[in-house]
């Protein structure tokens, strides 16, 4: 083959590059600045009444972002019949974490959900023996996706904001937590946002709550972050969403972290 026909194959291929490249821009675009309809706004404000007490300001970023979510994101539903009313259920609590931020689910491609609470089988470390344990859980976020949920547990958290509990939001923030490469309780922080700041804040709220834990004393934030640095910062995210004006009272400057993270002061919405 000669050169010049190498030349027209390569240009025709950058080309087509380019135009699908630019195609998926203004699809996102588009999908960023698309509304909701009324009737799923009826949805959500029964489903996830949280977002009923968002600024006005950022419900427009909300809409058109869970809109962009349920575009990239296949939902696979086993053993129950897959709805919209919960896909855009999940979509809402995945994407209140991202309202007020540039950050956006890149790696995340599938939902898989349960009726309840899957028995999964582990492999536990015991020195050098190694034990297989059965657990149930409600959730399950992997590097890069896929995010298992269990419906009933999905459902409660979102129609209860108040509880403390809600394994959507647990679960992406994980998803955050993973953008980095390594889920390790340390996100991808806020432009500006110093390393130093966020690790003394959440190191110093991480150890009292172990300690709290450990002695059976009462913690707001769930007893499960205290398993390590990763499930606390998933469980701190539920609480500053859940129960903002007790974590900044009690946590002041864990709550002043999050808040910087996610750009958003829940504890001053109504």
């Given at each position: 083959m000669t050169l010049v026909p190498i030349l027209l194959i390569a240009l025709l291929i950058a080309s087509i590059l380019v135009f699908r490249s630019v195609a998926r821009r203004q699809r996102r675009k588009r999908l960023l600045a698309t509304p909701l309809t009324q009737e799923q706004r009826e949805v959500?404000?029964?489903?996830?009444?949280?977002?009923?007490?968002?600024?006005?300001?950022?419900?427009?970023?909300?809409?058109?972002?869970?809109?962009?979510?349920?575009?990239?994101?296949?939902?696979?539903?086993?053993?129950?019949?897959?709805?919209?009313?919960?896909?855009?259920?999940?979509?809402?609590?995945?994407?209140?974490?991202?309202?007020?931020?540039?950050v956006w689910y890149e790696t995340i491609r599938t939902v898989l959900i349960y009726p309840s609470s899957?028995?999964?089988?582990?492999?536990?470390?015991d020195g050098f023996v190694v034990h297989e344990q059965d657990?149930?859980?409600?959730?399950?976020?992997?590097?890069?996706?896929?995010?298992?949920?269990?419906?009933?547990?999905?459902?409660?958290?979102?129609?209860?904001?108040?509880?403390?509990?809600?394994?959507?939001?647990?679960e992406f923030a994980h998803q955050l937590d993973s953008l980095t490469g390594h889920t390790d309780g340390i996100p991808i922080l806020r432009k500006g946002q110093r390393y130093s700041g966020w690790e003394k804040a959440m190191l110093d709220?991480?150890?009292?709550?172990?300690?709290?834990?450990?002695?059976?004393?009462?913690?707001l934030i769930a007893p499960y972050g205290a398993t390590n640095h990763q499930e606390f910062f998933a469980e701190a995210t539920v609480t500053f969403f859940e129960k903002p004006r007790a974590l900044k009272r009690e946590e002041p400057a864990l709550y002043a972290q999050l808040a910087e993270l996610f750009a958003l002061d829940p504890a001053g919405w109504n």
């Amino acid at each position: 083959m000669t050169l010049v026909p190498i030349l027209l194959i390569a240009l025709l291929i950058a080309s087509i590059l380019v135009f699908r490249s630019v195609a998926r821009r203004q699809r996102r675009k588009r999908l960023l600045a698309t509304p909701l309809t009324q009737e799923q706004r009826e949805v959500l404000d029964n489903l996830v009444p949280i977002v009923r007490r968002l600024p006005e300001s950022l419900r427009p970023a909300l809409e058109g972002k869970i809109n962009l979510f349920l575009d990239q994101v296949t939902f696979h539903a086993n053993g129950l019949e897959l709805k919209d009313e919960m896909r855009l259920s999940i979509a809402a609590q995945a994407c209140l974490l991202i309202v007020n931020s540039p950050v956006w689910y890149e790696t995340i491609r599938t939902v898989l959900i349960y009726p309840s609470s899957v028995l999964t089988g582990r492999k536990v470390h015991d020195g050098f023996v190694v034990h297989e344990q059965d657990s149930h859980l409600a959730g399950e976020s992997w590097n890069r996706g896929p995010v298992v949920l269990a419906w009933d547990h999905a459902l409660q958290g979102g129609i209860d904001a108040e509880d403390g509990y809600n394994v959507v939001i647990h679960e992406f923030a994980h998803q955050l937590d993973s953008l980095t490469g390594h889920t390790d309780g340390i996100p991808i922080l806020r432009k500006g946002q110093r390393y130093s700041g966020w690790e003394k804040a959440m190191l110093d709220a991480y150890h009292g709550h172990v300690e709290r834990v450990e002695s059976g004393h009462h913690s707001l934030i769930a007893p499960y972050g205290a398993t390590n640095h990763q499930e606390f910062f998933a469980e701190a995210t539920v609480t500053f969403f859940e129960k903002p004006r007790a974590l900044k009272r009690e946590e002041p400057a864990l709550y002043a972290q999050l808040a910087e993270l996610f750009a958003l002061d829940p504890a001053g919405w109504n």
